[in-house]
């Protein structure tokens, strides 16, 4: 089971972090990822991290901005997300799928409900 939380409001240029509890299972030979759908569009990737060798993976629209990390003795895995933009409202997933070198794509296994970002400008 995934649990995602700590979306909210925040202005633009603001900074939140979420959080996604994994349990149920251990999760090693895995990546886990952040996933976004904004309303009238589809679901995309935003970042993703290997939970074997802690190597992250980021979509452009989150490189420089967002950080994503794991804590495996929490089973938690966190992303930080900086210098917020309109742009960037949507409900956040996160999610996980076996790693097979496979990594900037939707078609993962297990999901966690979606936790609502609102940027304002």
């Known amino acids: 089971q995934l649990q995602a939380s700590g979306g909210g409001l925040v202005q633009a240029g603001g900074s939140l972090r979420l959080s996604c509890a994994a349990s149920?299972?251990?999760?090693?030979?895995?990546?886990m990822g952040w996933f976004r759908q904004a309303p009238g569009k589809e679901r995309e990737f935003v970042a993703a991290?290997?939970?074997?060798?802690?190597?992250?993976y980021y979509a452009d629209s989150a490189l420089g901005r967002f950080t994503i990390s794991r804590a495996n003795a929490k089973n938690t895995m966190y992303l930080q997300m900086n210098r917020l933009k309109p742009e960037d409202t949507a409900v956040y997933y996160c999610?996980?799928?076996?790693?097979?070198?496979?990594?900037?794509?939707?078609?993962?296994?297990?999901w966690g409900q979606g936790t609502l970002v609102t940027v304002s400008s």
């Open positions: 999610a996980a799928r076996v790693h097979d070198g496979l990594v900037k794509t939707t078609r993962y296994d297990y």
């Open positions: 991290v290997s939970w074997s060798d802690n190597s992250p």
């Open positions: 149920g299972r251990t999760f090693t030979g895995y990546v």
